[in-house]
């Protein structure tokens, strides 16, 4: 068998670093060693022309010391050789101060004193006209001894008459060589410098490797893309909170949940969202997991999980479709006991009916069914008298029905009267049926269980009240029932409870309405409900089957005993 061919190995390719900590240690490195480069460069610059000065100077300050009146009589009084007293003071003055040389010359430029007495007698190799002029000269030339720095300065007698100039030059090498000598102890000091910013920048590096998690920038890069994407396509809202309680992020599913824009970014968070619950939540004043807030219309779930840096980041999911889901479980649940029930007390009705019709009793077979059948049919006449939008006439039908069965009496107000234009049928159904239900949890089990449910129109406004007379609402809690995860039942099979009230009065208040409770007659809690513009206009050809007939007329097309007498109607199911 051939040896299956396996792949080249990668080659190490060495280049600029991947990582952050050694990209960010190189560049602090790189840029510490060009700073002391240039700091030294910068720094020896100008040594150099300042020892040149100094020594120019001192070469001037030795030539003024040495061109004394006395020098100028020596000048003018003798001849110039190797052994006279001209030359005898140049050197004296020379080996005390240490000058490369002391030139003494005439008028003429002849010298009179010079290192090599070979050049006495002699015209000077430099212009020396601006001394003789009477000009003080400092100057960086060359001559015969070589390169020097030279002080010129001219030579008067006791009347200031010039008589000639002197001229003094420092050895240019000793200014270079302390120029080199001082090189090494920069040197040191550029060295240190070096070293601890080395040690500077390899430490901010390291911290900077902790808090990058050792990354490449390429990599921090795709996360930063990743983490764009992933906040902006969750459906989940996502809240980041600063130290300071100012918004640091919004991902586009928190903006539509919460109801504002990327305005918010930047602002604290009691300013975009306002003083309440969704507010105390998210800032982390009320503390717990799977926290309930109402947003609106919709019911959310937050969860705040605090940051090194102060902060915190909120996550919201929408409960809204959940929620109603389980209220809707929990009423189908009641429904599916009462039908159970329902079902146990019809066959207990066949059964009265087949005795009844063994034993021949006909006439009596015939008045128990028809009083069976209209009981049930005088509960739907009763509620579709009063309320014509269908979809609230079926609820209270369907509640009619489950009061019942738990023992509770469900009255229609004689005063109502719904037409059927309502703006938000499905709105007030969900209110209607939260009231309700509520009323039949607070009224069942008490000595006389009733519930009335009123709903009457002034104008456009419609208004809906639900009494109970179960134990009532104290009066120092009749607001927190109004907010969200306030209760006091036992959670029902979807978790959560303290949701339909606070969904009521945010549905009222965003029509400009209201919610409020108050003790009703019967001693129990009274709901009052008031939805300004919740009708359409009434057309000039509106349905004749809005108009409500008198309690006590027969319906159109139906013969037959009326479904009851006026007053006060009792919606109840018979077992």
């Known amino acids: 068998m051939s040896p299956v061919p396996t792949a080249p190995a990668r080659r190490r390719r060495f280049g600029w670093p991947q990582r952050v900590f050694s990209q960010v240690l190189l560049m602090q490195l790189t840029i510490v060693t060009g700073v002391i480069a240039l700091a030294t460069g910068l720094f020896l610059a100008p040594l150099s022309a300042q020892l040149d000065d100094q020594a120019m100077r001192r070469a001037l300050a030795i030539a003024e010391t040495t061109a004394s009146p006395e020098l100028a009589e020596d000048v003018t009084g003798s001849r110039p050789t190797a052994d006279g007293p001209v030359q005898a003071e140049a050197e004296r003055i020379r080996q005390a101060t240490g000058a490369?040389?002391?030139?003494?010359m005439d008028w003429r430029g002849v010298r009179w004193s010079h290192t090599s007495p070979a050049q006495i007698g002699r015209i000077v190799s430099t212009d020396p006209s601006e001394a003789l002029a009477g000009r003080d000269v400092m100057e960086i030339d060359s001559g015969t001894l070589g390169r020097s720095a030279r002080g010129k300065v001219p030579l008067r007698d006791e009347d200031g008459r010039i008589v000639g100039a002197v001229s003094v030059g420092i050895e240019y090498d000793s200014v270079r060589a302390r120029l080199l000598a001082a090189i090494p102890g920069l040197l040191a000091y550029a060295g240190g410098a070096l070293a601890v910013g080395a040690l500077a920048a390899y430490l901010i590096s390291r911290r900077l490797q902790r808090q990058t998690h050792d990354l490449a920038f390429s990599d921090i890069s795709a996360l930063l893309a990743e983490r764009e994407a992933m906040l902006h396509g969750i459906r989940e809202g996502v809240v980041a909170l600063d130290a300071a309680g100012r918004v640091r992020l919004l991902n586009d599913e928190a903006q539509r949940l919460l109801g504002v824009g990327p305005?918010?970014?930047?602002?604290?968070?009691?300013?975009?969202?306002?003083?309440?619950?969704?507010?105390?939540?998210?800032?982390?004043?009320?503390?717990?997991?799977?926290?309930?807030?109402?947003?609106g219309s919709r019911v959310l779930v937050a969860n705040r999980m605090p940051t090194d840096d102060g902060g915190a980041v909120v996550t919201l999911r929408d409960r809204t479709e959940l929620e109603q889901l389980?209220?809707?479980?929990?009423?189908?649940?009641?429904?599916?006991?009462?039908?159970?029930?329902?079902d146990h007390e019809h066959a207990n009705r066949l059964h009265t009916l087949l005795g009844l019709l063994e034993l021949e009793m006909h006439e009596e077979a015939v008045e128990f069914v028809t009083e069976v059948v209209g009981v049930h049919r005088a509960t739907a006449e009763q509620v579709t008298e009063k309320i014509h939008d269908p979809l609230l006439a079926a609820l209270l039908v369907g509640?009619?029905?489950v009061a019942a069965e738990r023992g509770v009496s469900l009255r229609i107000a004689p005063a109502t009267l719904l037409p059927d234009r309502l703006?938000?049928?499905?709105?007030?159904?969900t209110m209607v049926g939260n009231l309700v239900d509520?009323?039949?949890?607070?009224?069942?089990?008490?000595p006389d269980p009733r519930i009335e449910v009123e709903l009457h129109t002034v104008g456009s406004t419609v208004i809906l009240r639900v009494a109970d007379s179960g134990p009532g609402v104290p009066a120092e809690h009749r607001e927190l029932i109004f907010t969200e995860g306030w209760t006091t039942k036992e959670l029902p099979a979807h978790g959560k409870r303290g949701l339909g009230l606070p969904l009521v009065r945010r549905f009222a208040e965003r029509q400009g309405g209201s919610a409020t409770v108050r003790e009703s007659a019967a001693k129990g809690a009274e709901f009052v409900v008031v939805l300004p513009d919740a009708l359409t206009e009434t057309g000039p050809d509106e349905d004749l089957r809005r108009i409500p007939r008198p309690l006590d007329a027969p319906d159109p097309g139906e013969t037959g005993t009326p479904a009851g007498a006026g007053g006060v109607r009792e919606v109840r199911q018979t077992r």
Do not use: F, M
Not at 327 to 342: C, F, K, M, V
Not at 423 to 429: C, E, I, N, Q, W
Not at 439 to 445: P, R, T
């Open 100 to 104: 490369e040389y002391i030139v003494i």
């Open 423 to 429: 703006v938000d049928p499905r709105g007030l159904v």
């Open 326 to 342: 389980g209220r809707e479980l929990d009423s189908t649940r009641g429904l599916i006991d009462a039908l159970r029930a329902q």
């Open 263 to 295: 305005e918010a970014t930047g602002r604290p968070l009691d300013e975009v969202l306002g003083e309440g619950r969704t507010s105390d939540v998210l800032a982390g004043r009320v503390s717990g997991d799977d926290l309930l807030t109402v947003r």
């Open 399 to 401: 509640k009619a029905t």
């Open 438 to 446: 509520n009323a039949l949890d607070a009224a069942a089990g008490t």
